[in-house]
């Protein structure tokens, strides 16, 4: 169901729930909303004064305003009015270690004193190859910044292996901002074209249209959809770069068989085949989606998680393409790449901290609060379902389960999710703005802390329910 129109049970399950009622709590939730963060008002009228909209990303941005954080340990994390939270949105799925970890703190103060940044490689860059080899198969790795250069350097290196320009992307995902793959992220439902023929939607202002011609976007978890698509423009194509698992418009995992087929089309077609793992790589298994979905890409990105919170990023690559890499064909640069404080960062997170225990906690964890919210959706009878694996979790409000963006957009409550949003956010629940985002574990969170967002949870149905 879905594809671009809505379920028949749609119209019936969301005449139940009481609009007035919806904009009512919604009404009283913001103005405490308001009444709670004044601090954080004043800090944005400052803010505004030298930043777009008072934030250093637009990502960060917030009606009324943002809510600015002071510090975080832990699992809990404090704003400038003084609020604490438990903290479930982890810098956007960065920190699954905790806030302030001693251990990766240690391993980046101890570098400190031996120097912090020499444009030349040390050890450390090799340290964190050899494990990144160890955990997700790839044999060769290079560094960068973030993971928009990882997913930049990616789009390079599919164009100078294969001699073409066009780059497939999926519907609704985000892979940074460079200029290659700001198409398609989140077009209206009237602007996608057919299913076998999208249209590229540039996402914002800034787009050469010369750039947008050359990435084409296709539908996840439909390899139909993409074997027409190849045996169209196959030829013209250089890589499809995507998350092996949604994780832009809340979590959509891939149906069963589909990664392989893609797999298969993507090498009958010549075409390299990138798993954006930004978001998967270290939190939903020791080997990211790679390892737990057992299909192999060309290439790999890494960022956030892997470097324990701080900037850097990373490309995993087959042999071939790093002969590329390493005759010239194509240039990876980057002054900053294997900076010595990142590598000790992201060593101590990968070799010390997100050890095999770490992701059983994860897992277990996860699969409380999963468990905790669907039952509580089941009680109250709501038009919701929640998905999750490893660190990453949410409550989808949709009356039936997603496999795409197109049913993202044409099933998804924006109403409620908001509500629930200000629900978790007034009752000490740090969560990502937005509809479409989930929650990010860390190995710092406890019990309480998932007693304490489940509870913030069953107010927001209790009182939408009454």
Request: proline share 5%; net charge negative; hydrophobic share 40%.
């Amino acid at each position: 169901m879905g594809r671009g129109t809505r379920h028949p049970l749609y119209a019936s399950i969301m005449n139940q729930v009481d609009r007035k009622r919806v904009a009512a709590l919604t009404e009283a939730q913001q103005e405490r909303f308001r009444n709670r963060t004044g601090q954080s008002a004043k800090t944005f009228e400052r803010a505004v004064k030298v930043m777009p909209n008072g934030v250093p990303s637009s990502f960060q941005e917030n009606d009324p305003w943002p809510i600015y954080i002071e510090r975080g340990k832990g699992s809990r994390v404090w704003d400038v009015d003084g609020n604490e939270y438990a903290d479930f949105h982890n810098g956007f799925g960065v920190m699954c270690i905790g806030h302030a970890n001693p251990t990766v703190g240690a391993a980046v103060k101890a570098r400190i004193d031996e120097g912090t940044h020499f444009a030349a490689p040390t050890d450390g860059s090799i340290a964190v190859a050899e494990e990144l080899v160890r955990r997700f198969g790839l044999p060769q790795w290079r560094f960068n910044n973030s993971g928009t250069e990882a997913t930049m350097d990616a789009v390079h290196l599919a164009r100078g292996a294969t001699g073409r320009d066009t780059i497939l992307k999926i519907e609704g995902s985000y892979h940074g901002h460079h200029d290659a793959v700001m198409v398609s992220v989140y077009p209206p439902l009237e602007a996608l074209g057919a299913r076998d023929d999208p249209i590229s939607v540039p996402y914002g202002g800034g787009i050469p249209n010369a750039v947008r011609e050359l990435t084409r976007a296709v539908p996840f978890n439909d390899a139909d959809a993409l074997q027409s698509v190849l045996e169209k423009i196959g030829e013209q194509v250089a890589g499809l770069i995507m998350e092996p698992a949604m994780m832009n418009i809340n979590i959509i995992p891939p149906r069963e068989g589909y990664l392989e087929r893609v797999r298969e089309l993507t090498a009958e077609h010549g075409v390299k085949l990138i798993f954006d793992e930004v978001k998967t790589g270290a939190t939903i298994s020791p080997g990211g989606a790679t390892a737990r979905f057992g299909v192999v890409p060309d290439m790999i990105t890494l960022a956030k998680a892997s470097c324990g919170g701080y900037p850097g990023g990373a490309i995993g690559m087959s042999e071939e393409l790093a002969a590329i890499v390493a005759d010239g064909t194509v240039k990876q640069y980057g002054t900053f790449n294997g900076n010595p404080l990142v590598m000790a960062a992201a060593e101590a997170t990968l070799t010390e901290v997100l050890t095999d225990d770490a992701y059983e906690h994860f897992e277990a964890t996860n699969r409380r609060l999963l468990d905790g919210c669907q039952t509580i959706v089941d009680s109250y009878a709501l038009p919701a379902y929640t998905e999750g694996m490893g660190a990453k979790g949410c409550v989808i409000f949709s009356p039936t389960r997603m496999y795409e963006y197109r049913d993202y957009l044409s099933d998804v409550d924006e109403e409620l999710s908001t509500l629930a949003w200000l629900y978790h956010m007034n009752h000490g629940i740090f969560m990502t703005p937005g509809v479409e985002e989930e929650w990010t574990l860390s190995i710092a969170h406890t019990d309480e802390d998932l007693q304490r967002y489940l509870d913030a949870f069953e107010a927001f149905a209790r009182d939408l329910t009454a």
